[in-house]
């Protein structure tokens, strides 16, 4: 059953990465004009779905909550896709619930050897696959000439997506480490 601590958490971190978004996220795609252009500034990114994955510790459909929450925070914004659009999010709701039940699944088992091999696995799993849902389902939600400028950015920042991904999963995972440590709340200790 769902605490009222874990729906809080759920909320604050939406709100979060919400902030973030609104703040530098979005600033790729605002200055230059070009999609896909916003994945120069993803480590962030990569930070927040990190350490919102870590804090619920395999609890299921809490990341799903959050991330859809974000999602439809980030609405009125141009950060995932066309603003007051929906459609452009589906890709976003789909990945997070995949990534949910894939890495929750398998949480337990890597709690106790190498929790940090999983995080580096889930952050790269979750950025590429919301890049490979994005490949698929743009064409069908913008014009061809936006989807394949959009495919082409999106290619040519294939090895950007990698890199700050992955070091944005370790800089969460040694905050979250940090939490851990010097957090004297029972929350976080279960």
């Known amino acids: 059953m769902w605490s009222s601590k874990d729906l809080a958490l759920v909320i604050v971190l939406a709100v979060i990465g919400f902030i973030y978004t ?27 779905i990190t350490l919102t994955f870590l804090l619920f510790k ?8 959050a991330i859809t929450i974000f999602g439809l925070l980030t609405m009125p914004t141009s950060a995932m896709g066309a603003p007051y659009n929906i459609l452009p999010r589906i890709p976003l709701i789909l990945n ?24 580096m696995l889930f ?17 069908f939600f913008y014009s061809l000439e936006y989807a394949s400028l959009f495919i082409g950015i999106l290619t040519m920042m294939l090895p950007v997506i990698i890199i700050e991904s992955i070091l944005g999963g370790l800089i969460a995972y040694k905050i ?13 200790d279960k």
């Not at 530098?24 to 480590?43: C, W």
């Not at 979250?176 to 004297?184: D, H, N, T, V, W």
């Open 176 to 188: 979250y480490l940090r939490i851990i440590k010097s957090s004297k709340l029972e929350f976080f």
């Open 96 to 119: 997070a619930l995949q990534s949910d039940i894939i890495m929750n699944t398998i949480y337990i088992h890597f709690k106790k050897i190498k929790l940090n091999w999983l995080i």
């Open 58 to 65: 395999g609890k299921r459909w809490r990341l799903t909550l």
């Open 123 to 139: 952050v790269l799993e979750h950025f590429l696959v919301d890049s490979l849902f994005r490949l698929l389902m743009y064409p």
């Open 22 to 48: 609104l703040i530098v996220f979005q600033i790729g795609f605002l200055i230059t004009g070009i999609p896909g252009s916003n994945y120069l500034f993803l480590i962030g990114q990569a930070i927040w």
